[in-house]
């Protein structure tokens, strides 16, 4: 039997090295053939970023999904846009750091972007400050106006989330990067509720908020 603990020993461990993120939504540069030794590569993992050949989706700007599947016990992410057509520079913070704890499916369903770059192509970047080091996915998309609606996949696992604040993270974007409105707590129409809640008369988007989520099941709040 010992040999066979420490096969299964060995198989955990490399599951665990091997287990980075993976980008569900939007698209990601590299759909279902990600390759996780490149994640580590800024600023898109395995993907190329090249706008003249990328295949673009469609994503909001008044708010849509973005969703994600974590490997690891825990991480911060931080959820990023740039009109630059090689995803090398200008990157735009849409979202408020967010620490997972918990293995498994995360989607933030109204995200948004300035309203200005409707009509514009570029990237949604996702970078993930993990136990392993930085990680990179990216999207190419095409922002148009609106808000979307929330999609059936925008689920989540039994995991928890909160704001936080990550130097790391921070030090990705541009200097003169400013960050886009987030979305309410609560809202009407065919936006879906954030999954994360507002600090006591803080604004969502404060770095300096803490809001706790807890998620049961695979079924939004």
Known sequence: MAPLRSLFAAAALFLSAHAHFELLQPTA????????????????????AD??????????????AVSLVLGHAQANWLVRATLDSHAATNWTQLFPIVQQSGQGKFCEPAVTAPKEWAGK???????????????????????????????????????????????SLTALLSSSTTTSPSPSASTSGSAAPSLLVRGSGLPIGSLAVTAVMLVAGAALL
């Open 121 to 167: 192509k570029g990237f949604i970047g996702i970078a993930c400050a993990a136990p392993d080091g930085m990680l990179y996915q990216c999207a190419a998309v095409n922002f148009v106006s609106g808000a979307n609606t929330t999609p059936a996949s925008c689920t989540n696992a039994s995991v928890s989330a909160s704001f936080v604040d990550d130097a």
């Open 51 to 64: 706008l003249s050949t990328n295949t673009a989706t469609d994503f909001h700007v008044d708010g849509d």
């Open 29 to 48: 540069l590299e759909g279902a053939q990600m390759n996780e030794d490149l994640e580590a590569n800024a600023p898109c993992g395995g993907g190329v």
